[in-house]
């Protein structure tokens, strides 16, 4: 079986995790604070706190901007339902906005139309590595007040007008779940090049704690610790870290082999009259997280046989991205009009994509797409 995705794993990791296991330091220690730095670093970010997943990067971004019950935040529907479930942790409100159809991204000519008064934050995605457009959609945010948080859950390494994404006054959280373009087996992060919520980040992902043990351990003096708020425990742990540290290194060579496929792929399929590949929006540069197809409406076959018939094959494909409105927790929140995002729903796929994919199962998989849609 061709796998969806497989992690891009060697030795290094299996060395790198070994090495904390021995020095009997295994939790948010020296490791995490390098893994930060490298991150920080690559995406230009004045700071980068790291977590235990996108999802409490996201919940922890919208606590510290005061977010709760009575508020509402502006979110895509096309989405993991984790984007909408971290609004709801907060006590708030997620309200949906429809997608543009060639980004796949919330469309910013319909965002103005859901802002209301009860509107706090505006929390657009990077789908499948894809920028958002976030100069029109800072603009309307900045017009209006709303502060955004980006979710980049898929988006390290991809670049929007000369910047990677991360490198932002806004608060950006990524998410280094094996489905990413590099993974810590779970972990995430938020970054940002406003300093008014680092501290604060800090304290909350670690119950609040004014001084983290890596300060208190390299301290000559004896310091104290303080709990001025109440936090989480929202703690990556040091042996996570180390793999995310071998796997920054390799970011630049997973982003080159992944879109290297990408590429194979749009040739492959940018004729077909019946597959409608993924456009880059103007100046930006995709780090491929996943590489997805739609299937046209008169096509010979819907999109779920096409995925019936890669299985058959042995070749695993996923439907795209979900449509969060459609899951019973949802169902009641205003999601009208939302009919690119169900278009979508309804007729992508999301096709193989690891860097390890050699030339023989990457011609198999596009000879079968083009055979089954014959
Ligand atoms: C767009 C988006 N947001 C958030 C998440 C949640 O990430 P995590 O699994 O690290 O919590 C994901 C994960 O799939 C995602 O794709």
Same mark, same amino acid.
């Given at each position: 079986?061709?796998?969806?995705?497989?992690?891009?794993?060697?030795?290094?990791?299996?060395?790198?995790?070994?090495?904390?296991?021995?020095?009997?330091?295994?939790?948010?220690?020296?490791?995490?604070?390098?893994?930060?730095?490298?991150?920080?670093?690559?995406?230009?970010?004045?700071?980068?706190?790291?977590?235990?997943?996108?999802?409490?990067?996201?919940?922890?971004?919208?606590?510290?901007?005061?977010?709760?019950?009575? $508020?509402?935040?502006?979110?895509?529907?096309?989405?993991?339902?984790?984007?909408?479930?971290?609004?709801?942790?907060?006590?708030?409100?997620?309200?949906?906005?429809?997608?543009?159809?060639?980004?796949?991204?919330?469309?910013?000519?319909?965002?103005?139309?859901?802002? *209301?008064?009860?509107?706090?934050?505006?929390?657009?995605?990077?789908?499948?590595?894809?920028?958002?457009?976030?100069?029109?959609?800072?603009?309307?945010?900045?017009?209006?007040?709303?502060?955004?948080?980006? $979710?980049?859950?898929?988006?390290?390494? *991809?670049? @929007?007008?000369?910047?990677?994404?991360?490198?932002?006054?806004?608060?950006?959280?990524?998410?280094?779940?094996?489905?990413?373009?590099?993974?810590?087996?779970?972990?995430?992060?938020?970054?940002?090049?406003?300093?008014?919520?680092?501290?604060?980040?800090?304290?909350?992902?670690?119950?609040?704690?004014?001084?983290?043990?890596?300060?208190?351990?390299?301290?000559?003096?004896?310091?104290?610790?303080?709990?001025?708020?109440?936090?989480?425990?929202?703690?990556?742990?040091?042996?996570?870290?180390?793999?995310?540290?071998?796997?920054?290194?390799?970011? $630049?060579?997973?982003?080159?082999?992944?879109?290297?496929?990408?590429?194979?792929?749009?040739?492959?399929?940018?004729?077909?009259?019946?597959?409608?590949?993924?456009?880059?929006?103007?100046?930006?540069?995709?780090?491929?997280?996943?590489?997805?197809?739609?299937?046209?409406? $008169?096509?010979?076959?819907?999109?779920?046989?096409?995925?019936?018939?890669?299985?058959?094959?042995?070749?695993?494909?996923?439907?795209?991205?979900?449509?969060?409105?459609?899951?019973?927790?949802?169902?009641?929140?205003?999601?009208?009009?939302?009919?690119?995002?169900?278009?979508?729903?309804?007729?992508?796929?999301?096709?193989?994509? @690891?860097?390890?994919?050699?030339?023989?199962?990457?011609?198999?998989?596009?000879?079968?797409?083009?055979?089954?849609?014959?």
């Amino acid at each position: 079986m061709i796998p969806i995705i497989k992690p891009y794993y060697s030795e290094e990791e299996e060395i790198a995790t070994a090495e904390v296991i021995r020095s009997g330091w295994v939790t948010q220690g020296p490791k995490v604070k390098e893994f930060e730095d490298i991150l920080s670093e690559y995406v230009s970010a004045e700071f980068a706190i790291a977590v235990t997943s996108c999802t409490t990067a996201l919940f922890l971004a919208l606590k510290v901007l005061g977010i709760g019950r009575g $508020d509402e935040v502006l979110v895509p529907s096309f989405s993991f339902i984790a984007t909408a479930n971290s609004v709801v942790h907060v006590g708030a409100k997620p309200v949906f906005v429809d997608i543009d159809p060639q980004s796949y991204n919330m469309d910013p000519d319909r965002i103005e139309e859901k802002i *209301s008064d009860k509107t706090k934050a505006i929390m657009p995605v990077h789908q499948a590595g894809i920028p958002a457009d976030m100069d029109i959609i800072n603009e309307i945010a900045g017009a209006n007040g709303i502060p955004v948080i980006e $979710d980049a859950a898929c988006a390290i390494g *991809s670049v @929007y007008k000369g910047k990677k994404i991360g490198c932002s006054e806004n608060l950006v959280c990524f998410s280094f779940h094996p489905r990413k373009i590099i993974t810590c087996g779970e972990g995430g992060a938020v970054v940002s090049n406003n300093n008014k919520y680092e501290e604060e980040l800090r304290l909350l992902r670690h119950q609040g704690m004014s001084v983290s043990d890596l300060q208190r351990h390299n301290s000559k003096n004896l310091i104290f610790e303080e709990y001025p708020i109440v936090g989480f425990n929202f703690r990556l742990t040091d042996i996570q870290a180390a793999v995310g540290i071998v796997q920054m290194k390799k970011l $630049d060579e997973i982003i080159e082999k992944r879109n290297l496929i990408a590429d194979e792929y749009n040739n492959a399929f940018k004729e077909n009259p019946y597959i409608v590949i993924p456009a880059a929006p103007e100046q930006t540069s995709i780090a491929f997280q996943s590489y997805m197809i739609r299937i046209r409406k $008169d096509a010979p076959v819907t999109r779920d046989d096409v995925i019936r018939k890669l299985m058959e094959r042995g070749i695993a494909s996923r439907r795209g991205i979900m449509a969060i409105h459609r899951e019973k927790p949802y169902e009641n929140i205003r999601a009208l009009e939302l009919t690119e995002t169900d278009k979508a729903f309804d007729n992508t796929l999301i096709l193989p994509l @690891y860097p390890q994919m050699n030339i023989k199962e990457r011609q198999y998989v596009i000879d079968s797409v083009i055979s089954i849609l014959q």
